[in-house]
């Protein structure tokens, strides 16, 4: 099958990264980034083949989505009610506020608009597999991905490093610390990683935070698709750029899976194995990403988006710590 070569190729290098993550222990070492990188770096090597081209295709896309999907066997209603309304009501807030916010500052920096809702959603709502959920709407270039991959890696690892730091100069107890945790900073891993070092209550709050602001994926994915939609109508210019956005029929898979997963009903191993295969796949289609990315198109986005995601940082930031102390 023509699709074979690029999407061995692209389970390969995500599979790579796993390991090395698992060998060294290292938190920075997130393997979506590990993956991207080994990605761009084979493509500035070596260019890509025609034949591996329909495969890392459909890695992109087809494998994404899937993993988008699978990755509501993960959370569950119940997990979110055990939190109370108030933190609930913070992790909407992180991502209803952040999302909006970062696009207009993107605005004032001069940030294409797709590039800044990918930093936008990422900022806002679960890093890469933010990023890569929204660009199925948002339609950003390949660059577009990896610098926005990029911005929210070194950003969530700045939050991982300084947090656990500043908790205690902030005067906050083991759940407001938790709480601020879990609705600011960008990756899983990062935002679970902070919150543990405040002690078991407060890794317990941050991580059902986090995961709540993992289930707005969805929505905001959808309210991101009609938005591009509308923009197509309104926009004058969009003739220059087709912003057409897709209904992102896998937020609703998503939506699904969490429903199914509430039930419990399913049998543990089924949970279980989604934990090991949504980081395979996601790192697989941020290789193929890596594979299809052009660095030096990559170096000419300048500094500009870098400053977004910084500022995009520092809001979100303030808006869980506001937010962890009224809670």
């Known amino acids: 099958m023509a699709i074979l070569p690029g999407l061995i190729l692209s389970l390969v290098l995500a599979w790579l990264s796993i390991q090395l993550k698992n060998a060294t222990g290292l938190a920075a070492l997130n393997p979506v980034v590990v993956a991207l990188v080994a990605g761009i770096g084979l493509r500035a090597a070596f260019g890509l083949s025609p034949a591996l081209r329909p495969g890392t295709a459909f890695a992109v896309r087809p494998v994404l989505r899937a993993a988008i999907v699978l990755l509501g066997l993960q959370v569950t209603l119940g997990q979110l009610a055990s939190i109370g309304a108030g933190a ?14 970062t696009i207009w500052l993107g605005r004032v920096l001069g940030v294409d608009t797709a590039l800044a809702q990918l930093i936008g959603t990422g900022t806002g709502i679960c890093g890469a597999s933010a990023i890569v959920a929204a660009n199925q709407v948002s339609r950003g270039s390949q660059e577009d991905v990896a610098y926005a991959l990029a911005v ?10 300084l947090y656990p730091a500043l908790g205690p100069l902030l005067g906050l107890d083991a759940r407001g610390y938790g709480l601020w945790a879990g609705a600011s900073i960008h990756e899983v891993v990062q935002a679970v990683g902070a919150a543990a070092a405040g002690g078991p209550i407060s890794a317990e709050v941050g991580t059902i ?4 602001r993992v289930v707005l994926l969805a929505p905001a994915v959808l309210a991101l698709g009609a938005w591009v939609r509308h923009s197509t109508k309104s926009d004058n210019h969009s003739a220059d750029r087709p912003l057409k956005a897709p209904m992102p029929w896998f937020a609703f898979g998503f939506l699904l899976m969490v429903a199914i997963a509430s039930t419990r009903l399913l049998p543990p191993v089924v949970e279980q194995s989604s934990r090991v295969l949504v980081p395979l796949m996601l790192a697989a289609s941020v290789a193929a990403l890596g594979l299809n990315t052009d660095l030096a198109a990559l170096r000419a986005k300048g500094l500009r988006p870098l400053m977004l995601g910084l500022g995009a940082t520092v809001f979100v ?9 009224l809670v």
């Open 152 to 161: 929210i890696t070194l950003c969530g690892t700045v939050s991982l490093i």
């Open 209 to 212: 935070t986090k995961l709540a």
């Open 88 to 101: 609930l009501g913070l992790a909407f807030l992180s991502v209803a506020l952040t999302v909006p916010f």
């Open 317 to 325: 930031a303030l808006v869980g710590l506001i937010g962890a102390r």
